[in-house]
């Protein structure tokens, strides 16, 4: 079993903030992140699949189908996009974290990859930030 | 002559939209950077200054209190924010690309900078984009 | 199960020395390590917490809380110290090495960790050496 | 128990051709990696041994000594080399694609590893695509 | 006046080998970087421009279109290619390093580039190596 | 004419300390980096050179041999090392800043070139800070 590994980027704006509570409570809960104007960040994603090497061509998916299956299925969502309004699969009032999205972008990606299985998705958020889902119920 | 860099971090929102033109030519000429929703970015800032070390200290600046400076007169307005709404110093209706907002940091800097001499305002919006200014006039 | 890393450095001086060993059986196995005059680096550290994202929050635990127990409880004991003299929970006479400050590391921030459950302790010493501990026993 | 990594380098060539293949169908399959005059990359090759730290060095494994192995091992056979002409552990015929690559990879340095535990041989060839092998059968 | 930079990569084969010289002398020159079956590099090329940032659009140039333009006048010829044989403008017989490289590149581009003023091209072989050229005579 | 650049990397030890300053004004001057015990870095050292490709090697300086100019004449110096205690070419009394450093560098370095022009010595002692010198009186 081996495993293999795509990087792929996506830019996107984003705030976090719960519409029931009052302004003091998002300020306090989220700090600059409740900016209501939004921020945004520089995403780096890494989809990682499992399986064996192909006897003749040593792939255990064409790297590049992969690259075109994330870049249809999640990043044409995502890229340059505001994750609070613009993305369908992101249900509203829903917390646009690295958390939650990693969680997201596994239920998209699973349901459309053939040939491997899912592994991990990794979700940078900054250089010092990130998050990942291996598929585990809590 | 020493030059000495500090590097800095923020993140913040923003689009190219020029107000007077239609959607469909801003859409034309600033593809995805567009959207009117709003995109995002972790930007690097690198600012560099000149000058002797002194003897005693070995410092063309205190690096401390050089990144204070940046954080009081830059980071405090642009992190977090939206460039196009939330930041004094960035005119209305001005673009914020990044070849405009390392001429407008320069002049906010410069004014506050005392010690040593400002050489070079960097500025990289992805890992595969990059502005730098020197103070020249064009 | 949601994964979630905190990246923080800091920078100490150590040796590498077994005081009961004689000098030439210290320079043979730990060579330029243990210069006795000391040497040192730029750490990276990686702390990851796992849980479930709070179905309000979307935040396994506030990353901004994560980093201020991390500062307290490790870093404002070692960053700008000396490993082998400064920090009161690397017992005298142990070795600082990465291997060995990946599980002291564990221990003091475990203690300390509410609301989520430590996953992994990484420690980079140069970036071409690393370790990592999951609180496994040996 | 904890782990200990080692990052290494080397640059070498390949290409990715089937000989059974039609050259219509390699360059279908392997596109621009099916170039009959090569291309190449720099690979950068960790290493992770697991072990418990030697209580008196607190070493898991003399890193230097690691470093050795897999330059003796696996370095002086694929840096600078034409990955499918000059290494004799890789068959000839079969693809050097990262994947496969992983697997020889572990093959070699666990023959010869001993104090200690291979854990993962992890194998990047750009900085988007990485595979990893952890012993598993398939 | 403002530079902005742009970082493309490519993968490409090579080896260093004067054709009139000896084996002997070929490998006591070049090293491991005369193997005769060739190795290869990940390159990392930074193209920099200047010019005054437009004011309506707060672009010195489109960077979508310096990259397009930068792939189809250099990328296209040597991306997974083999650099002593396979690219045009690279004369037979000159060894394709680093430091000739940029000069290659400078006066292709050169030749294609309007509205804006080439500065400076930069070309990274290894994390170790880089070269730039700013279009000086010697 | 062609800039070469070679990275190399060392860790040291080192403390800012004025002798005949009082402790509290040293801790004033220097905060953290004036704990007695020392504290220490990875410093990552680029060395750049100038002049044109030889017409049959395509070098403008055989760049092994300028690494191991390198080595021998500051990296055997400073790598595992002591600043303030162990290096030859640094007074004592000096402090072991960046900015400092990079001055000594140039002149250790410029006397031992041959056949190349000293261009720049850029010095990272973070990831944050870096300090560079290209010769220039004050």
């Given at each position: 079993m081996v495993y293999l590994t795509r990087r792929e980027r996506f830019n996107a704006a984003h705030k976090l903030w719960v519409e029931t509570w009052s302004e003091e409570r998002n300020l306090q809960?989220?700090?600059?992140?409740?900016?209501?104007?939004?921020?945004?960040?520089?995403?780096?994603?890494?989809?990682?699949?499992?399986?064996?090497?192909?006897?003749?061509?040593?792939?255990?998916?064409?790297?590049?189908?992969?690259?075109?299956?994330?870049k249809e299925v999640l990043l044409d969502q995502?890229?340059?996009?505001?994750?609070?309004?613009?993305?369908?699969?992101?249900?509203?009032?829903?917390?646009?974290?690295?958390?939650?999205?990693?969680?997201?972008f596994w239920k998209e990606l699973e349901k459309h990859l053939e040939g491997c299985t899912l592994h991990c998705i990794k979700l940078c958020e900054t250089e010092n930030i990130y998050a990942e889902y291996y598929g585990e119920e809590g």
């Open positions: 809960t989220f700090g600059k992140c409740a900016n209501k104007n939004w921020h945004g960040h520089n995403y780096e994603l890494f989809v990682t699949v499992k399986g064996m090497p192909d006897p003749e061509t040593g792939f255990i998916v064409d790297v590049k189908k992969l690259s075109r299956l994330i995502v890229d340059h996009s505001n994750l609070n309004m613009d993305v369908p699969f992101i249900p509203k009032g829903m917390q646009p974290t690295t958390e939650n999205l990693v969680i997201l």
